[in-house]
Each structure stands twice: as C-alpha cells, then as structure tokens.
Nanobody
Framework: QVQLVESGGGSVQPGGSLRLSCTRS????????IGWFRQVPGKEREGISC????????EYADSVKGRFTISRDNAKNTVYLQMNSLNAEDTAVYYC???????????????????WGQGTQVIVSS
C-alpha cells in the first residue's frame, strides 16, 4: 500500500505565497514521477506540475509556469510545490499523485496517475 499526504494549504491574499508538501509512505515503488493537480468544484481536475524523483526533471502547465516551482527531497520522500504570485484563479483543492509505471513526466492524464492524496485546500482572497 502506498499513501500520499498533502499539506501546506491555507488562505492567502492575492500576490502571496504558499508551499505545499506531498509526502509518500508505505510500499517503496522506487523512482517515480509525482504530479500536482488541482480541482475547483464543478470543473475537471487539472494537472499543473510534475517531477521525476529520479533526476528532478520537471513539467509545468502554462497556467502556473513562472509562478510555481516543484522540487523533491528523496531522503524525506517528499515533493514540494512552491506557489508564488497567487491569484484568485489559483483557489482550488490541490492533490498529488504518482504516475503509474513511469519515473518520468509525460502529461497529466488522470488515468495515468494513482495513489491520490486527500487534497489540501488553497484559498486566495483579499
């Protein structure tokens, strides 16, 4: 069994920053690719970033490129999402998940990911 736990969400004013964490435990899958997603009620879950825990290569969706930074600490089995210059459109529940069968990133098809965490809420509001 593999578990992912997201943390670090909260409320922040526009222009502010938050750092989310995604910590995995349980069965060791070795090197994996971990994606960050977000979802607003009534909308599809959106993939926003991914990182390979093997070599640290990253991907970003256009909606967050230049504002968000994904990183990993393999010793802590944790992936981070540093979010800067937040705006109201970033308000969502943020999830992390493991890409199945691959340790590199290649898109955000939801069916390609598993072991979803419970999510952490981010609210950007003045």
């Amino acid at each position: 069994q593999v578990q992912l736990v997201e943390s670090g969400g909260g409320s922040v004013q526009p222009g502010g920053s938050l750092r989310l964490s995604c910590t995995r435990s349980g069965f060791n899958l070795g090197y994996v690719a971990i994606g960050w997603f977000r979802q607003v009620p009534g909308k599809e879950r959106e993939g926003i970033s991914c990182i390979s825990t093997r070599d640290g290569t990253t991907e970003y969706a256009d909606s967050v490129k230049g504002r968000f930074t994904i990183s990993r600490d393999n010793a802590k089995n944790t992936v981070y999402l540093q979010m800067n210059s937040l705006n109201a459109e970033d308000t969502a529940v943020y999830y992390c998940a493991i890409r199945l069968g691959e340790y590199y990133c290649s898109g955000y098809g939801l069916a390609d990911y598993a072991y979803w965490g419970q999510g952490t809420q981010v609210i950007v509001s003045s």
